[in-house]
């Protein structure tokens, strides 16, 4: 499997409401409140993280039924946080609210928002944006991401973006093998679901077979 399916994979899929509640339930209540008030100054903010925690229930379900994803590493309320410690070996290490970051040299150096394994062994990172014309230096930033991946695990590296818009021109940041998703008004979907439903509820994880540990990733 490629980026490009993987991105295909997201592309056709049907969210559920089941999804989008799902999502809104990874942001902290304070965001979550923020989320429906559209005149709020954070709201931005919690639509980018509704929508990347969106992007990651969706591939949790897709990837269920198909043999061609062997594993998707957890994040956000999903992902265990242990507290940071210095001297242990460099690799993935969450911070407390379920990013996905990789430290180096003592130091926290990167940051992507998904990883995932195919059946065939290849290795895709992903970033999930939602204002596409906000991207200045970003090609720099995923070469950088992907060089630092690829001589962290020993492979080479594919990259994923989604958006919740298409693209008005070539994306100078795919590489190639990468490939772009885009889930049309994802960044939207949180309307489709009564603030009431997500504010007080609480909802288990999503069963998957297919989400780890990013550190056994």
């Known amino acids: 499997m490629t980026s490009s399916e993987a991105a ?8 559920t409401l089941a999804e989008i509640r799902k999502a809104v339930h990874h942001l902290p209540k304070t965001d979550r409140l923020v989320l429906y008030d559209e005149n709020h100054i954070n709201h931005r903010s919690a639509v980018g993280k509704f929508f990347e925690a969106l992007v990651y229930e969706i591939l949790l379900s897709e990837a269920e039924p198909s043999d061609k994803i062997e594993s998707i590493a957890a994040k956000l309320t999903d992902a265990e946080f242990i507290p940071y410690d210095k001297y242990s070996p460099d690799g993935l290490w969450y911070s407390r ?3 996905i970051r990789f430290k180096r040299g003592k130091k926290v150096s990167s940051e992507v928002d998904l990883l995932l394994k195919t059946s ?4 895709i990172f992903g970033e999930v944006i939602v204002n596409p014309a906000g991207t200045k230096g970003f090609s720099t930033e995923v070469e950088s991401k992907r060089n630092f991946l690829s001589e962290l695990y020993g492979s080479d590296f594919e990259f ?6 298409s693209p008005k021109r070539d994306l100078k940041c795919l590489s190639e093998g990468d490939a772009c998703a885009v889930i049309l008004d994802g960044d939207k979907m949180y ?8 504010l007080k509820r609480n909802l288990s994880a999503t069963v998957s077979s297919k989400r780890v540990d990013g550190r056994v990733w």
């Open 8 to 15: 295909e994979l997201l592309s056709s899929a049907n969210v």
């Open 97 to 99: 609210d379920g990013e």
């Open 120 to 123: 065939d062994g290849t290795r």
């Open 160 to 165: 994923l973006l989604v958006m919740p818009v």
């Open 191 to 198: 309307q489709n679901v009564l603030s009431s439903e997500v």
